[in-house]
């Protein structure tokens, strides 16, 4: 029978066998699981770890100060912050299908872990690269025997092939609720801990059709309000996750005051949810949902409309690409 305690010691003690007297970089997203899988290694090989935490300008409002401030804070450990986000941008630029989209950002997070490597070779050579990986990250990137191809997660199917790092991933054969109880017994604090997951790839991936700075804006925005008004309700720990989603290719006519609008509509999905394999939709309050329809509708100039998903997972996925 596994315990928590002996998943910890049976994990340091493979990342200690693995690394041995190497170095390694572990890519931090702000998320649970590369936030557990930094601390189980820096248990094993303690300084000789060094987190990057990438800023592809794909993040949520707030993001890059939690990393910075809160994770530093409880752990302590070496933090290297990139401003990766023309890089981003850049790559993404024309790009609408959502496989691709993957791809380039998986591929584009490994390029700043190799310029970060050479930046770091005067302290040692980094050679491992770290990373949150879990099980379910596996399938469903057809990682599993006789599994298909879902969809790449940015860290399984969208690495490229030259990949030059040896990976350590402690996580891999972990579900999300596992993950959480050793982060806990690492002594991670509970708002690293029970964080709702947010994918690597951000909102690149919550754009549907290009990902522009100006639709990162409006979609930062739309989702800044449903979070705060999930909280403010008290509802974070009833639901798995929440994405936000913006339309970018769709408009429709709205009313506005005495005018006319034609804006984009952002779709509400908020999920139940045991292990992401399968999901439901959360029946959240209709207050709630007023609240964020309205203040969204109010303060974010570019969005008329706001839509529920009811959809399940299956068929649904989670996120919409
Ligand atoms: P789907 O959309 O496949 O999502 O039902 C299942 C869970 O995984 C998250 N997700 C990702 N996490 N990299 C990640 O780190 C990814 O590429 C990725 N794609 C989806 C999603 O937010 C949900 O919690």
């Given at each position: 029978?596994?315990?928590?305690?002996?998943i910890?010691?049976?994990?340091?003690k493979r990342?200690?066998?693995?690394i041995?007297?190497?170095?390694?970089?572990?890519g931090?997203?702000g998320?649970v699981d590369?936030a557990v899988?930094?601390?189980?290694v820096?248990?094993?090989?303690?300084?000789?770890?060094?987190?990057v935490?990438v800023?592809?300008?794909l993040?949520?409002?707030g993001?890059?100060?939690?990393?910075?401030r809160?994770f530093?804070a409880?752990?302590g450990v070496n933090?290297?912050?990139?401003?990766?986000?023309?890089?981003?941008?850049?790559?993404?630029?024309?790009?609408?299908d959502p496989?691709?989209?993957?791809?380039?950002i998986?591929?584009e997070?490994i390029?700043?872990?190799?310029?970060a490597e050479?930046d770091?070779?005067?302290?040692?050579?980094?050679r491992?690269?770290?990373q949150?990986?879990?099980?379910?990250d596996?399938?469903?990137?057809g990682?599993?025997?006789?599994?298909?191809?879902?969809?790449?997660?940015?860290?399984?199917?969208?690495?490229?092939?030259d990949?030059?790092?040896e990976?350590v991933?402690p996580?891999?054969l972990?579900?999300?609720?596992?993950?959480?109880?050793?982060?806990?017994?690492l002594g991670?604090?509970?708002?690293?801990v029970h964080?709702q997951?947010?994918?690597?790839p951000?909102?690149?991936i919550?754009i549907?059709?290009?990902?522009?700075a100006?639709r990162?804006?409006?979609?930062r925005?739309?989702d800044?309000?449903?979070?705060?008004?999930l909280?403010?309700a008290g509802?974070?720990?009833?639901i798995w996750?929440?994405p936000?989603?913006l339309?970018?290719?769709?408009?429709s006519?709205?009313?506005q005051?005495?005018?006319r609008?034609y804006?984009?509509?952002?779709?509400?999905?908020?999920?139940?949810?045991?292990?992401?394999?399968?999901?439901?939709?959360t029946?959240?309050?209709?207050?709630?949902?007023?609240r964020i329809?309205?203040?969204?509708?109010?303060?974010?100039?570019?969005?008329n409309?706001?839509?529920?998903?009811?959809?399940?997972k299956?068929?649904g996925t989670?996120?919409?690409?």
């Open positions: 029978q596994w315990t928590t305690s002996s910890v010691e049976e994990q340091v990342i200690s066998d693995q041995g007297d190497g170095r390694a970089i572990c931090l997203s998320g590369s899988a930094a601390a189980l820096q248990r094993a090989i303690g300084d000789r770890l060094t987190c935490f800023d592809h300008g993040l949520r409002a993001e890059r100060t939690q990393v910075e809160d530093v409880a752990t933090l290297v912050t990139v401003d990766a986000r023309e890089r981003f941008l850049d790559a993404l630029a024309g790009v609408t496989e691709q989209k993957r791809k380039i998986g591929r997070f390029r700043v872990f190799e310029q050479r770091l070779k005067a302290e040692g050579d980094y491992f690269l770290v949150g990986t879990l099980y379910p596996v399938v469903e990137s990682g599993g025997e006789g599994t298909a191809n879902i969809k790449s997660h940015h860290n399984v199917g969208g690495l490229p092939d990949l030059q790092f990976l991933e996580l891999r972990l579900f999300k609720d596992e993950v959480r109880r050793v982060g806990l017994e991670l604090p509970e708002t690293i964080r997951p947010f994918p690597g951000g909102l690149g919550r549907i059709g290009e990902v522009t100006d990162l804006e409006t979609l925005a739309a800044q309000i449903a979070r705060e008004e909280t403010a509802l974070d720990r009833d996750q929440c936000v989603v339309l970018a290719d769709v408009r006519v709205g009313v005051g005495d005018g609008t804006g984009h509509p952002v779709v509400l999905r908020p999920v139940s949810s045991e292990d992401a394999m399968t999901a439901d939709w029946r959240l309050p209709y207050d709630v949902l007023e329809s309205t203040r969204i509708t109010n303060e974010v100039a570019e969005v409309r706001v839509v529920l998903d009811v959809t399940s299956p068929p989670i996120e919409w690409e």
